[in-house]
C-alpha cells in the first residue's frame, strides 16, 4: 500500500530492497578532542560501522557521511530479523553501486548525534556525561561544526591505519562534511559524491534551521537544557521533528498521503470544525511518528547539530570560493530536483563554483515525489551513475 511506503519514508530510511549483511557496531575512543572552535572535549566515544574488507594498502577505503537524523547505520542489519536494513542499503553491498567486494565502506556516528538514546549509537554530546563534574553536559558542551565531524571521523580512520580514503559518499548534512572533506584534506579526498547537498549555509537555509531549534527553547522542560534529572521537553522535541519531516518530504507526498483511505479525511474535517483542539487527520499523522522518533533523540543534541549546520561553509574559511579552492576531488552533485529543504541551487551554486575555479565537478537531479528524502529513499535511480563515477 502507498501508506506503508510512505510511513517508511517519512521514519527516513530506505524502502529500497533489503540486503542480508550483517553489521555491528564498533566503538572509538579518544582521550581528548580539541573542537574546531578550539576547547577540549574529553573521553569522547564515537560508534561506526563497516562493510566489506580493507586491502592490505588501505586505499580502497569509502566513507558515509550521514544525514542530520541519521546514525552511522549505513546498510546491512544488526539482525537477521531487522525490519529494516540501513538507509543506503540499496546502493551498498555486494555488487551494488558502492560495491564491498571491491570497497571497504566505513560511517561513523557524528558527536551530538540526534539518536542519543539509540543502543545502536555511540556518540559524545550535551546527554553524555562531563568527566569533570559527573553530570550531563547540557549546554555547557561546547559548539561543535561540520569541520568537528569531519576531523572525528578522520581520527576514527587514522586508527584504522587509513591514510587516504578512495572516496567520500554523504547525502543532506553527510554532503557538507562529504565536500568540506574534500576542501580541508585535499589529498586525501580523490572523489566526493553530494547527494541532496550544498556547499554552504546561507541565509534562508539558515533560518529554516532555526524553526526546528524554536518549540525545543519554549518548552517549559527544557530548562535551559537542564532537563536530565527531571522530564525532557518531548513536545517540543516532536513539534521540531514535525518541521523537518514536513521540510524533507514534497507538497505532492503529502496530499497523496492525504487521499489514501487509511487517513479518514472527512471525519477529520467534521472533528475540526466543531472543535478547536482538534487537529487535521494529517496533522495526526504527521504528529504520530514525530513522537515515535522522539523517544530514541535528543532535544539538546537537535539544537547542537542545528548551530553545526548554521555554521556551515566548505573549507570554513568565510567564503564558498576561497574554502574549495584547494579541493582536488572530482566531485559528483545529485541534487533533488523538488527539495525544499537543500533546495537545487545550493548544489548548483557549489557545482558552479568549482568550475569556475577549474575543478572536475559534475551535476545530475534527482526525481521522484519525496522531495529531499529522494536522496535516501529514491538513491537507487542513480546507482549506475554513482558505480561509474567511482570506477574512474
Same mark, same amino acid.
Given at each position: 500500500?502507498?501508506y506503508?511506503s510512505?510511513?517508511?519514508?517519512?521514519?527516513?530510511?530506505s524502502?529500497?530492497?533489503q540486503?542480508? @549483511?550483517?553489521?555491528?557496531?564498533k566503538?572509538?575512543?579518544?582521550?581528548?578532542?580539541?573542537?574546531?572552535?578550539?576547547?577540549?572535549i574529553?573521553d569522547?566515544?564515537?560508534?561506526?560501522?563497516?562493510?566489506g574488507?580493507?586491502n592490505?594498502q588501505?586505499?580502497?577505503?569509502?566513507?558515509i557521511t550521514h544525514?542530520?537524523?541519521a546514525?552511522?547505520?549505513?546498510?546491512?542489519?544488526?539482525a537477521s530479523?531487522?525490519? /529494516?536494513a540501513?538507509?543506503?542499503?540499496?546502493?551498498?553491498?555486494p555488487?551494488?553501486?558502492?560495491? @564491498?567486494? *571491491?570497497?571497504?565502506?566505513i560511517?561513523?556516528?557524528?558527536?551530538?548525534?540526534?539518536?542519543?538514546n539509540?543502543?545502536n549509537? =555511540? @556518540?559524545?554530546?550535551?546527554?553524555?556525561?562531563?568527566p569533570? @563534574?559527573?553530570?550531563?553536559?547540557?549546554?555547557?558542551?561546547?559548539?561543535?561544526?561540520?569541520?568537528?565531524f569531519v576531523n572525528?571521523q578522520?581520527?576514527?580512520?587514522?586508527? $584504522?591505519?587509513i591514510?587516504?580514503?578512495?572516496?567520500?559518499?554523504?547525502?543532506?548534512?553527510?554532503?557538507m562534511?562529504?565536500?568540506d572533506?574534500? !576542501?580541508a584534506?585535499?589529498?586525501?579526498?580523490?572523489r566526493?559524491?553530494?547527494?541532496?547537498?550544498?556547499?554552504?549555509?546561507?541565509?534562508?537555509?539558515?533560518?529554516l534551521?532555526?524553526q526546528?531549534?524554536?518549540?525545543?527553547?519554549?518548552?517549559?522542560?527544557w530548562?535551559?537544557?537542564d532537563?536530565?534529572?527531571?522530564?525532557?521537553p518531548?513536545?517540543?522535541?516532536?513539534?521540531?521533528?514535525?518541521?523537518?519531516? /514536513?521540510?524533507?518530504?514534497?507538497?505532492?507526498?503529502?496530499?497523496q498521503v492525504?487521499?489514501?483511505?487509511? =487517513?479518514?479525511?472527512?471525519?477529520s474535517? /467534521? !472533528?475540526?470544525?466543531?472543535d478547536? *483542539?482538534?487537529s487535521?487527520?494529517?496533522?495526526?499523522? $504527521?504528529?504520530?511518528?514525530?513522537?515515535?522518533?522522539?523517544?530514541?533523540?535528543?532535544a539538546?543534541?537537535?539544537?547542537?547539530l542545528?548551530?553545526?549546520?548554521?555554521?556551515?561553509?566548505?573549507?570554513h574559511q568565510?567564503?564558498?570560493?576561497?574554502g574549495?579552492?584547494?579541493?582536488k576531488?572530482?566531485?559528483?552533485?545529485?541534487?533533488?530536483?523538488n527539495?525544499?529543504?537543500?533546495m537545487?541551487?545550493l548544489?548548483?551554486?557549489?557545482?558552479q563554483?568549482?568550475?569556475?575555479l577549474?575543478?572536475?565537478?559534475?551535476?545530475?537531479?534527482?526525481?521522484?515525489? $519525496?522531495g529531499?528524502?529522494?536522496?535516501?529513499?529514491?538513491?537507487?535511480?542513480q546507482?549506475d551513475?554513482?558505480?561509474?563515477?567511482?570506477? /574512474?
Amino acid at each position: 500500500m502507498l501508506y506503508k511506503s510512505i510511513a517508511l519514508a517519512c521514519l527516513l530510511l530506505s524502502a529500497a530492497p533489503q540486503g542480508e @549483511t550483517l553489521v555491528t557496531k564498533k566503538q572509538f575512543h579518544a582521550d581528548t578532542f580539541t573542537t574546531f572552535g578550539g576547547s577540549i572535549i574529553n573521553d569522547v566515544k564515537i560508534g561506526y560501522e563497516s562493510y566489506g574488507k580493507l586491502n592490505k594498502q588501505k586505499d580502497n577505503a569509502i566513507l558515509i557521511t550521514h544525514y542530520f537524523s541519521a546514525n552511522s547505520h549505513a546498510a546491512g542489519k544488526y539482525a537477521s530479523d531487522d525490519p /529494516q536494513a540501513g538507509y543506503w542499503d540499496a546502493i551498498i553491498g555486494p555488487g551494488k553501486a558502492i560495491d @564491498t567486494d *571491491h570497497y571497504f565502506v566505513i560511517s561513523v556516528d557524528s558527536l551530538v548525534n540526534l539518536n542519543a538514546n539509540d543502543p545502536n549509537t =555511540i @556518540t559524545t554530546g550535551p546527554a553524555s556525561i562531563n568527566p569533570d @563534574t559527573g553530570k550531563p553536559y547540557g549546554l555547557s558542551f561546547p559548539v561543535v561544526t561540520i569541520r568537528d565531524f569531519v576531523n572525528i571521523q578522520k581520527a576514527v580512520l587514522e586508527s $584504522l591505519g587509513i591514510k587516504q580514503l578512495y572516496g567520500v559518499v554523504g547525502a543532506s548534512m553527510g554532503s557538507m562534511q562529504a565536500i568540506d572533506w574534500a !576542501a580541508a584534506y585535499p589529498d586525501w579526498v580523490p572523489r566526493m559524491i553530494s547527494v541532496v547537498g550544498s556547499g554552504e549555509t546561507d541565509d534562508w537555509s539558515s533560518s529554516l534551521l532555526e524553526q526546528w531549534a524554536i518549540p525545543i527553547r519554549l518548552d517549559p522542560n527544557w530548562r535551559q537544557g537542564d532537563y536530565y534529572a527531571s522530564s525532557p521537553p518531548l513536545e517540543g522535541l516532536t513539534a521540531a521533528l514535525m518541521f523537518i519531516t /514536513q521540510a524533507a518530504l514534497s507538497p505532492e507526498f503529502f496530499n497523496q498521503v492525504a487521499s489514501t483511505s487509511d =487517513i479518514d479525511h472527512q471525519s477529520s474535517q /467534521q !472533528a475540526i470544525l466543531q472543535d478547536i *483542539h482538534q487537529s487535521p487527520a494529517i496533522v495526526c499523522w $504527521l504528529r504520530e511518528r514525530a513522537q515515535q522518533r522522539a523517544r530514541l533523540m535528543d532535544a539538546n543534541h537537535l539544537l547542537y547539530l542545528v548551530r553545526a549546520n548554521q555554521l556551515f561553509v566548505a573549507g570554513h574559511q568565510g567564503e564558498l570560493a576561497k574554502g574549495l579552492q584547494n579541493v582536488k576531488a572530482k566531485s559528483l552533485f545529485l541534487p533533488a530536483s523538488n527539495d525544499l529543504l537543500l533546495m537545487p541551487y545550493l548544489a548548483k551554486r557549489a557545482h558552479q563554483t568549482l568550475l569556475a575555479l577549474g575543478k572536475q565537478s559534475e551535476l545530475i537531479e534527482l526525481e521522484g515525489n $519525496l522531495g529531499h528524502l529522494n536522496g535516501v529513499s529514491l538513491i537507487s535511480q542513480q546507482g549506475d551513475k554513482i558505480k561509474q563515477f567511482l570506477a /574512474q
